[in-house]
């Protein structure tokens, strides 16, 4: 927020405070939780809820105001014959494996991942110890104490196994079910819980089921995405966009996925929202009309090439190099991943921890051409956040081929196709005469020939008789009398095709985790209660309004800006309290909120109010309009705090009273 330095670094990053923070504070907190809660589920509070809705309208400005999307809202429940159709029954499953003894239920690639990264941060430490003059008996026992046997919290690993233990972390999401089993077995990989070996990996299939109406003979599941909402309605939006494309629609909405065993909070959940955008492109061209803009964009980009290798280290490279060197798939593709890109840093998140990350060929969906994600670092790692996917024409294709609705786009050609080719043209009264029932085969035989074997079945025609054979292997002799083989010309003016998709896909509840853990920083002098730097476009109250005093003749004036803010589109609270203004502040400095404004009895008497920032503290006054415009600027983005600063004198704690 402030475009003054602060030094945010002061104090590394404390999780027990920020989480105690955003439990005191109600961001959020376990949904039923006086039930006992149930993993995976969540409650936002009145914080949490409002940025929440910040982010979702930020992403409404950038993304469907800014492209002229079209959105839907479908619904939740679906009936199995759609998830059937889009292959979700069959494939949209995790691997669990399950603890030998206990039966506790993992996910088998958490589980490799958790071990292996256990072992080399051991490791890491191990060789950080020896390294060091000799420690006293004592103290190397007491690391070693609570350390479980299988996770070896600090033991040195042969050299060859740190390079396995990396390489397999670096393409963990390209292994197979069977392949995550060996690599257990192989590394004796056993529940760090328990220390107990686990079973052989299983699929879990994450969606919830149900069963639509009383007799439950309409079985149905929890959508698990939005997606398939967009394209059973393809036809529609086409037709509402004038039967052109490109476009694209875009869907905020609730999703469910029976995760197999939730534990990084909001990261991975059981019903979370999702933003959505399908964007219907012709396949024969994907270039984006509005590349331009974007193609200057510098990501940090893990392609695949380089995971493959085992490495981790990105490329910085900018959007429109990236496309021309075939590294990113298309235009289309790339002019989303750098909107995406400006979006998450526009809202907060820390650029320098933002990387996108291609899928590995196994990782992908078998139809999907590109797929790069959105991969934001925090205290549990580099976390998926958004997904970037081209998944061709295959929802669209499959989704026509089940119901007999063409979900294609028929467009007039500028200039008609003009083409030539051989047909045959049946006698069908001789045809039947002399065939039968099989005439009807004759012709589908015929409909299947090449230009070639037509060509020599003219010739042999023009000898007198032509053989042909059926499927099932009898071989018929025809005469020019049943059948003559012509060359006509055709003229096309209406081209159809499938369009092909590329889905931009967000998490919410991820990017808003994310996005307080990046902002959450202590000061030097309070490191007890931490300050939230969210930017003002997101922040869930933009201006706090702080009277001295409690005294009857400060209402007229909170009112007065109060109404005054309202008016511009302000949200503002009033903190009338009986606490200290520092107390007062420092409270609103935990909510992000990042605006203050104190009213005194120099307010009363001559019309000044003060202006604080929240991350610098520092303080200006003015006249209370004059205030009141620049802050309009500095929530709305139009001026900086520095900017700020120069039209306003700055306030040192005393001001004149006439
Ligand atoms: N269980 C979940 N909890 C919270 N957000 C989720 C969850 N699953 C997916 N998402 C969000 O939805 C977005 C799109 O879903 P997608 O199907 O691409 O995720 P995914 O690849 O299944 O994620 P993961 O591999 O982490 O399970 C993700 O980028 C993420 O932000």
Not at 105 to 132: F, I, N
Not at 234 to 254: C, D, K, M, T, Y
Not at 269 to 283: C, G, K, L, Q, S
Not at 381 to 387: K, L, P, Q, R
Request: hydrophobic share 40%; proline share 5%; glycine share 6%.
């Amino acid at each position: 927020m402030a475009d003054i330095p602060v030094n945010k670094a002061a104090h590394p990053f404390d999780k027990t405070r920020f989480e105690a923070l955003l439990n005191r504070r109600f961001f959020y907190a376990p949904s039923f939780e006086i039930y006992g809660g149930v993993a995976g589920l969540y409650d936002y509070g009145p914080p949490g809820s409002s940025l929440q809705a910040n982010i979702i309208a930020e992403w409404r400005k950038h993304f469907i105001i800014e492209e002229h999307m079209l959105e839907i809202d479908s619904t939740i429940m679906t009936p199995a014959p759609v998830f059937e159709t889009s292959g979700h029954v069959a494939r949209f499953a995790d691997w669990m494996v399950k603890d030998t003894k206990t039966g506790d239920v993992l996910r088998a690639d958490h589980l490799v991942k958790g071990v292996l990264e256990a072992r080399l941060a051991g490791d890491k430490e191990a060789r950080g110890l020896a390294a060091q003059p000799p420690q006293k008996e004592d103290e190397k026992k007491k690391k070693k104490k609570g350390a479980v046997k299988n996770v070896a919290a600090v033991q040195q690993l042969p050299d060859d196994a740190v390079k396995e233990y990396e390489v397999i972390l670096a393409q963990l999401d390209n292994y197979s079910g069977p392949e995550l089993g060996e690599l257990c077995r192989k590394y004796d990989i056993r529940n760090p819980d328990t220390d107990n070996e686990v079973t052989e990996p299983q699929q879990f299939n994450l969606m919830f089921t149900s069963s639509i109406g009383p007799t439950g003979q309409h079985p149905g599941y929890l959508r698990p995405e939005t997606a398939q909402g967009h394209f059973l309605n393809f036809s529609r939006l086409l037709e509402f966009n004038n039967g052109r494309v490109p476009f694209a629609s875009a869907q905020i909405g609730r999703s469910f996925r029976n995760e197999i065993s939730p534990r990084a909070g909001l990261l991975r959940v059981r019903e979370f929202t999702m933003a959505e955008i399908e964007h219907y492109v012709d396949p024969e061209d994907k270039r984006h009309e509005r590349f331009d803009q974007v193609r200057d964009v510098v990501l940090d980009l893990l392609d695949r090439d380089v995971q493959a290798s085992g490495k981790t280290q990105v490329r910085k490279i900018s959007v429109g190099d990236a496309v021309a060197a075939g590294v990113i798939a298309n235009e289309t593709l790339g002019y989303f991943v750098a909107r995406i890109h400006q979006f998450l840093v526009k809202i907060g998140v820390d650029p320098s921890r933002l990387r996108f990350r291609q899928h590995m060929a196994n990782e992908m969906a078998h139809y999907a051409a590109d797929c790069w994600d959105a991969e934001i670092q925090n205290s549990y790692g580099w976390t998926e956040c958004v997904g970037c996917a081209d998944r061709a024409a295959y929802d669209l294709t499959v989704h026509s081929k089940k119901t007999g609705h063409p979900l294609v786009v028929r467009q007039a050609l500028k200039e008609p196709i003009i083409t030539e080719r051989l047909v045959a043209e049946f006698n069908k009264k001789v045809l039947g005469k002399t065939f039968g029932k099989d005439a009807g085969v004759i012709q589908s035989v015929f409909a299947d020939l090449s230009e070639t074997r037509l060509l020599e079945i003219q010739g042999e025609l023009a000898q007198g008789s032509a053989v042909v054979t059926t499927p099932d292997g009898r071989e018929l002799t025809l005469t020019h009398e049943v059948v003559t083989i012509e060359r006509k010309t055709f003229k096309q003016s209406i081209r159809e095709f499938t369009p092909n998709v590329i889905e931009p896909s967000f998490g919410l509840g991820r990017i808003l985790y994310v996005l307080l853990e990046h902002n959450f920083w202590a000061r030097e002098q309070d490191v007890e209660r931490g300050v939230l730097s969210l930017p003002a476009v997101v922040a869930p109250t933009k201006v706090l309004i702080v009277p001295l005093s409690a005294k009857e003749e400060f209402n007229p004036l909170i009112q007065e800006v109060s109404s005054k803010l309202r008016k511009a589109g302000i949200f503002s609270r009033v903190d009338d309290s009986n606490t200290s203004i520092g107390k007062r502040y420092a409270r609103n400095d935990e909510l992000g909120t990042p605006f203050g404004v104190t009213l005194d009895f120099a307010s009363v008497q001559n019309r000044t109010m003060t202006l604080r920032e929240r991350d610098t503290t520092g303080q200006l006054i003015g006249d209370i309009d004059q205030v009141i415009s620049v802050l309009v600027d500095l929530v709305n983005g139009n001026a900086t705090w520095a900017e700020a600063c120069n039209q306003l004198p700055t306030y040192d704690g005393v001001q004149a009273v006439d």
